[in-house]
């Protein structure tokens, strides 16, 4: 079957625009990840949503960043104002998240490579 | 919260030669461990997962990890390299029960010499 599908692939853009990167997780998976991978920080866990309950929030660095998971199903990640650092691979994934384990295996798509001239 | 250390950033071994990436954690419990590969250019791939069930973890392409909660240690190792295994290799350890989350090493670049 088709895995997790991010677009688009590949983003520039120049400082102070607002880019919005979208994730299409797994068909059948509640739990949906951003992650963000730089070379200065390596990879990074960004914000996550399981099913209908409020997302968590604790890895976005700033409230530049938001992301929304519409229907239980598409997610888009909104960077404002982009910064130069915001330059990286950002990273979806997602998982069945079936009862409480927390070890159920993320899957994850090919990434967007955000470049902030 | 809990995390992993990867103690080499690069590895380089001759092919059909054993390969051996190291990863420590630091833990108040047993945690849930896991080793993720990404290859140039491509999405990062679940090898193997530790969830407390076995401490010898078999994974895919021939890749093993063995917990040793002694040694605070979950090394990924294989007997024999194949040129395809060249790629990044992240240890992986999700930091707080009850989260999913996951927690990154930094990263080992495995080079493969024919």
């Known amino acids: 079957g088709a895995g997790v599908s991010q677009s688009p692939s590949n983003k520039v853009t120049e400082k102070g625009k607002d880019v919005e990167l979208r994730c299409d997780p797994i068909?059948?998976?509640?739990?949906l990840y951003w992650y963000r991978q730089s070379l200065g920080q390596g990879l990074e866990f960004l914000i996550y949503?399981?099913?209908?309950?409020?997302?968590?929030k604790s890895g976005l660095p700033s409230d530049r960043f938001s992301a929304e998971r519409t229907g239980g199903s598409v997610s888009t990640l909104t960077i404002q104002r982009t910064q130069q650092e915001d330059s990286a691979v950002y990273l979806c994934?997602?998982?069945?998240?079936?009862?409480?384990?927390?070890?159920?295996?993320?899957?994850f798509g090919p990434g967007t490579r955000l470049t902030v001239l | 919260a809990q995390s992993v250390t990867q103690l080499d950033s690069h590895v380089s071994v001759s092919e059909g030669t054993p390969v051996l990436l190291r990863c420590n954690y630091s833990?108040?419990?047993?945690?849930?461990l896991f080793w993720y590969v990404q290859h140039p250019n491509k999405g990062l791939q679940l090898l193997l997962k530790?969830?407390?069930?076995?401490?010898l973890v078999k994974g895919i392409n021939g890749f093993e990890a063995e917990f040793k909660k002694s040694e605070t240690s979950f090394h990924l190792t294989k007997p024999s390299a194949h040129m395809s295994d060249a790629a990044e290799y992240f240890c992986?350890?999700?930091?707080?029960?009850?989260?999913?989350?996951?927690?990154f090493g930094s990263g080992t670049r495995l080079q493969v010499q024919p």
């Open positions: 992986v350890v999700i930091p707080d029960t009850g989260r999913r989350a996951l927690t």
């Open positions: 949503f399981q099913g209908n309950s409020a997302p968590d």
């Open positions: 833990s108040s419990y047993s945690p849930s």
């Open positions: 994934a997602s998982s069945l998240a079936a009862g409480t384990t927390s070890t159920d295996t993320q899957y």
């Open positions: 530790y969830t407390s069930a076995a401490t």
């Open positions: 068909s059948g998976h509640t739990a």
